[in-house]
């Protein structure tokens, strides 16, 4: 699991653990503290991100497949 | 016991040693590794400013300065529980969910880690077996075998004369002579590289946490409904 932690943008107190992931599949994250949820807004919005974390996905994967000598 | 003082020297275990590139050895991989990680950062840095960010030129009074990068923005939806007071006094309060689009930088919300080699083994082992055995066996052997026998009659009247005779003679020899030298080298280089994940870098960490300080709901104009 790749989870990301962000400040609540509602009650700026509370923290927010995302997976990205299941925000692609329409996940909601909320708040630990005032209980506000976080999803992706529309379609453009979980393109954007599907590819950024594909990307990033291969780039990790390169990483561990590439020979070092 | 086989004299082995006048057999072929034992190879010199020190000079097996002498003029191994020990530098190259271990130095190599370490070279090889510290080459990977800048490949890696520089991919992810690549990566960084590709993806999660947009090439604008700032132009002010005709003059374009130096590019500017701005966050890439993804949509969210916020939905927080907004208490409504009754209409009158004694109506319960009503829990309304308001939605509310904010944008927030696609930095924010990427899984980054840093990738790196964090890990390298460098195993030498050196194994060098000498060895020196002479065989030597000499197998002789000699059989003699002689038999004779004489038988003699002697009769008269009549004469009668018998003479037996026999020899019989066996020889055999035979000689066996063997000489072994054995001598054996090997070596092993092995060199375990183990890439992981490790902290972000401060300064991508600070940029990141000024970003999501930074969050704050942006109220998006009501979407006109079709008629
Ligand atoms: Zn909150």
């Given amino acids: ?69 | 016991m086989a004299d082995t003082s006048n057999g072929p020297a034992l190879v010199s275990m020190a000079q097996q040693f002498t003029g191994l590139p020990m530098g190259s050895l271990i130095g190599g991989p370490l070279m090889a590794a510290a080459k990977a990680n800048q490949q890696m950062a520089l991919t992810q840095v690549d990566f960084l400013m590709k993806t999660c960010f947009t090439q604008a030129s700032n132009t002010s009074g005709g003059k374009t300065d130096a590019k500017v990068y701005q966050p890439t923005m993804i949509e969210m939806q916020l939905t927080r529980g907004v208490i409504t007071p009754g209409a009158k006094a004694g109506d319960p309060a009503v829990i309304q969910n308001i939605n509310s689009t904010i944008k927030l930088p696609l930095l924010t919300i990427l899984p980054l880690n840093s990738l790196a080699v964090d890990n390298v083994n460098v195993n030498f082992v050196m194994q060098v077996n000498s060895s020196y055995s002479e065989d030597h066996s000499d197998t002789s052997s000699e059989s003699t075998h002689a038999e004779g026998s004489f038988d003699a009659k002697i009769g008269g009247f009549l004469w009668s004369v018998e003479v037996k005779g026999s020899v019989s003679h066996d020889s055999s020899s035979s000689t066996t002579n063997s000489t072994h030298y054995q001598k054996s080298n090997s070596a092993t280089y092995t060199v375990d590289v183990h890439a992981g994940q490790l902290p972000l870098p401060p300064g991508v960490g600070v940029i990141i946490q000024a970003y999501t300080n930074n969050i704050t709901p942006i109220e998006m104009p009501a979407q006109e409904k079709a008629a």
């Fill in chain 1, 1 to 69: 699991m790749n989870t990301v932690t962000i400040q609540c943008p509602h009650c700026h107190q509370g923290s927010i653990a995302l997976e990205p992931r299941l925000l692609l599949q329409g996940a909601i994250f909320t708040c630990s503290l005032c209980g506000s949820g976080l999803s992706v807004a529309n379609e453009t919005s979980t393109q954007l991100l599907e590819q950024s974390l594909d990307k990033l996905e291969q780039i990790k994967q390169h990483a561990h497949a590439k020979p070092l000598m």
